[in-house]
Nanobody, 120 residues
Framework: QVQLVESGGGLVQAGGSLRLSCAAS????????MDWYRQTPGKQRELVAA???????NYADSVKGRFTISRDNAKNTVYLQVNSLKPEDTAVYYC??????????????WGQGTLVTVSS
């Protein structure tokens, strides 16, 4: 079994920054993709940023140049540095990981979500 624990959300003024973290624990052999999604009420969950096991990154057009995804494989943790925040970035941010377990099964795992609120 694998669990994800997110942290770092909060209330920030427009133009501010936050750093979101997502740590995986459990029966982990390795972690392939690590992603961040976000969701607002009444809308579909959207991919914000992704990072592969070799460090390749991909971003939604709306966050390019403002958000940076990174990972620490030794800590099984993925980070999302969010800068120059805008009110439209307000959402619940979810971590998503594709994990190869110690029994060599692939699992898709989601975090519980962390709320980011940007005031104007």
């Amino acid at each position: 079994q694998v669990q994800l624990v997110e942290s770092g959300g909060g209330l920030v003024q427009a133009g501010g920054s936050l750093r979101l973290s997502c740590a995986a624990s459990g029966s982990i052999f390795s972690i392939n993709a690590m992603d961040w999604y976000r969701q607002t009420p009444g809308k579909q969950r959207e991919l914000v940023a992704a990072i592969t096991s070799d460090g390749s990154t991909n971003y939604a057009d709306s966050v390019k140049g403002r958000f940076t995804i990174s990972r620490d494989n030794a800590k099984n943790t993925v980070y999302l540095q969010v800068n120059s925040l805008k009110p439209e970035d307000t959402a619940v941010y979810y971590c998503h990981q594709v994990v190869l377990t110690t029994t060599y099964r692939y699992l898709e795992v989601w975090g519980q979500g962390t709320l980011v609120t940007v005031s104007s």
